[in-house]
């Protein structure tokens, strides 16, 4: 890419996707027009009816830039430093796990339940919050509910907070650093949510070369069978739980059934539900306490 040649929007945008495509990455279209989109400010949409129109010097070497980091492997979302998630705009670093798609699916869950149950000023938990995406949208879509998140990376807790501040939901949530309930010991809530690691220990080598690469291995890696976090979640989580509370975890493929036996085996729950995510796959286990 020669810094003297006129480089129009349509043209450095062919460029850019054979060249992603060259360098093995998933979606070399896409993430050219993501990045391009963004060196200027512009939707998306803009570069399909401006493919003439050339590039200024800064913003070729701003778009240089992000096309290096790229190739690295580094995910469009920390080259950006945001993330879309619930329609919400998070702010997101390499101490955090992107928010997914799927995960909308463990909030769609807890924010219809929530509204469901009727109570008033719900008390909720996020467990390993990360970004904090899926307890800040709950908070976002259920006006009146309380947040406490807990996240054992200090430097997630720092990212959270400051997407509470951003979203203007810092006055309903508060936030811990330890690990996993440890911090709330004492509190009853009407759900626990969480998304915790779960990829197997031996299947991590295996993942797409940029989550392997560049997201925090601490939440990704859930033990010999993915199960640790859960083992201790369904040990742990029911006894916090008021009156027909409910505990909700986003689980990897195959695991579904796993999480809600384990949910199961303690006297406390009473029911369990699986919720599939869009692609038809069980993506998150519900499981509700006991009435008395």
Same mark, same amino acid.
């Given at each position: 890419? &020669? /810094?003297?040649? @006129?480089?129009? #929007?349509?043209?450095?945008? $062919?460029?850019?996707?054979?060249?992603? &495509?060259?360098?093995?990455?998933?979606?070399?279209?896409?993430? &050219?027009?993501?990045?391009?989109?963004?060196?200027?400010?512009?939707?998306?949409?803009?570069?399909?009816?401006?493919?003439?129109?050339?590039?200024?010097?800064? =913003?070729?070497?701003?778009?240089?830039?992000?096309? $290096?980091?790229?190739?690295?492997?580094?995910?469009?979302?920390? #080259?950006?430093?945001?993330?879309?998630?619930?329609?919400?705009?998070?702010?997101?670093?390499?101490?955090?796990?992107?928010?997914?798609?799927?995960?909308?699916?463990?909030?769609?869950?807890?924010?219809?339940?929530?509204?469901?149950?009727?109570?008033?000023?719900?008390?909720?938990?996020? @467990?390993?919050?990360?970004?904090?995406?899926? /307890?800040?949208?709950?908070?976002?879509?259920?006006?009146?509910?309380?947040?406490?998140?807990?996240?054992?990376?200090?430097?997630?807790?720092?990212?959270?907070?400051?997407?509470?501040?951003?979203?203007?939901?810092?006055?309903?949530?508060?936030?811990?650093?330890?690990?996993?309930?440890?911090?709330?010991?004492?509190?009853?809530?009407? &759900? @626990?949510?969480?998304?915790?690691?779960? #990829?197997?220990? $031996?299947?991590?080598?295996?993942?797409?070369?940029?989550?392997?690469?560049?997201?925090?291995?601490?939440?990704?890696?859930?033990? =010999?069978?993915?199960?640790?976090?859960?083992?201790?979640?369904?040990?742990?989580?029911?006894?916090?739980?008021?009156?027909?509370?409910?505990?909700?975890?986003?689980?990897?493929?195959?695991?579904?059934?796993?999480?809600?036996?384990?949910?199961?085996?303690?006297?406390? @729950?009473?029911?369990?539900?699986?919720?599939?995510?869009?692609?038809?796959?069980?993506?998150?286990?519900?499981?509700?306490?006991?009435?008395?």
């Amino acid at each position: 890419m &020669a /810094g003297n040649e @006129i480089w129009t #929007i349509g043209r450095i945008l $062919k460029w850019t996707e054979d060249y992603f &495509a060259q360098k093995g990455i998933e979606n070399p279209r896409l993430d &050219a027009e993501v990045l391009l989109g963004h060196v200027l400010h512009k939707q998306r949409i803009y570069l399909y009816v401006h493919f003439d129109e050339p590039l200024q010097a800064a =913003e070729l070497t701003a778009f240089r830039e992000m096309i $290096k980091q790229r190739i690295n492997h580094v995910p469009v979302a920390y #080259i950006l430093g945001e993330k879309e998630f619930m329609g919400l705009t998070f702010k997101v670093t390499e101490a955090t796990l992107v928010p997914r798609p799927d995960t909308e699916i463990l909030v769609q869950g807890a924010v219809e339940r929530l509204r469901q149950s009727g109570q008033e000023k719900p008390q909720i938990a996020d @467990i390993g919050t990360g970004t904090g995406a899926v /307890g800040l949208s709950v908070l976002h879509f259920v006006k009146d509910a309380q947040l406490d998140t807990v996240d054992i990376s200090p430097k997630a807790r720092e990212v959270a907070e400051e997407n509470a501040a951003n979203l203007e939901l810092a006055d309903r949530a508060h936030f811990f650093t330890g690990d996993l309930l440890a911090p709330l010991q004492g509190k009853m809530y009407t &759900a @626990i949510l969480s998304n915790p690691p779960y #990829i197997p220990a $031996k299947d991590i080598a295996g993942l797409a070369t940029d989550v392997r690469v560049s997201e925090p291995h601490t939440a990704l890696d859930g033990g =010999e069978d993915g199960l640790d976090f859960y083992r201790r979640l369904c040990a742990e989580a029911p006894a916090m739980l008021n009156k027909d509370g409910f505990m909700a975890f986003e689980v990897g493929i195959e695991q579904a059934q796993a999480v809600a036996a384990l949910a199961k085996e303690n006297p406390l @729950i009473d029911r369990t539900e699986i919720l599939k995510d869009y692609a038809g796959i069980d993506r998150v286990v519900v499981a509700w306490k006991k009435e008395a």
